[in-house]
T-cell receptor, first 116, second 116 residues
Framework: AQTVTQSQPEMSVQEAETVTLSCTYD???????LFWYKQPPSRQMILVIR??????QNATENRFSVNFQKAAKSFSLKISDSQLGDAAMYFC?????????????FGTGTSLTVIP | GAVVSQHPSWVICKSGTSVKIECRSL??????MFWYRQFPKQSLMLMAT?????????EQGVEKDKFLINHASLTLSTLTVTSAHPEDSSFYIC????????????FGPGTRLTVT
């Protein structure tokens, strides 16, 4: 089974600064999707950004961008100009594009604190 | 957008009783729904995958007789926790997928179950 590792249980960032959250994964597949989800205190899972493995270009969504290193199996999330509303748990997730079932595999999460 | 609702959002039940949690896709038809369990400050653990009109597929270690899943229609899946015990207290999240090949999952807001 695929595994997703987030090595930073907690991170903090000053408001308006930039922070990078790390994620690595293990897979033998060549075609897959990677996601970053945000879970604020409300517990609602919110999709932040996704990356298709076949695309070399890193995905960006406004202040959120990823550094996707396929060979290294690394998928980090960069949050620029951090805002108080960015404080949340962030989960990295993997989904196969080819195997049946296509379930998501989640990392253990990184709790992000934004300091005013 | 694609909205998924869960009902109830919070439930308290006595040990030995059963409780049903509903997951609805409000503005789309969900061919597949997923049920997750999340303990405090932990990641989401997939419990089972349900496809409309067929039996759910449970993950290893999940008791299918204790966690009954019914995906009776393309917009509704239910999770029934039978003979609940305090250790079943957790946060339960459902998600839905439009079509089998879609990479996207839409998450419900979750249900907090407390068994006394």
């Amino acid at each position: 089974a695929q595994t997703v590792t987030q090595s930073q249980p907690e991170m903090s960032v000053q408001e308006a600064e930039t922070v990078t959250l790390s994620c690595t994964y293990d897979t033998s597949e060549s075609d897959y999707y990677l996601f970053w989800y945000k879970q604020p205190p409300s517990r609602q899972m919110i999709l932040v950004i996704r990356q298709e493995a076949y695309k070399q270009q890193n995905a960006t969504e406004n202040r959120f961008s990823v550094n996707f290193q396929k060979a290294a199996k690394s998928f980090s999330l960069k949050i620029s100009d951090s805002q108080l509303g960015d404080a949340a748990m962030y989960f990295c997730a993997y989904r196969s594009a080819i195997s049946a079932g296509n379930q998501f595999y989640f990392g253990t999460g990184t709790s992000l604190t934004v300091i005013p | 957008g694609a909205v998924v609702s869960q009902h109830p959002s919070w439930v308290i039940c006595k040990s030995g009783t059963s409780v049903k949690i509903e997951c609805r896709s409000l503005d789309f038809q969900a061919t597949t729904m997923f049920w997750y369990r999340q303990f405090p400050k932990q990641s989401l653990m997939l419990m089972a995958t349900s496809n409309e009109g067929s039996k759910a597929t449970y993950e290893q270690g999940v008791e299918k007789d204790k966690f009954l899943i019914n995906h009776a229609s393309l917009t509704l899946s239910t999770l029934t926790v039978t003979s609940a015990h305090p250790e079943d207290s957790s946060f339960y999240i459902c998600s839905a997928r439009r079509v089998p090949t879609s990479y996207e999952q839409y998450f419900g807001p979750g249900t907090r179950l407390t068994v006394t």
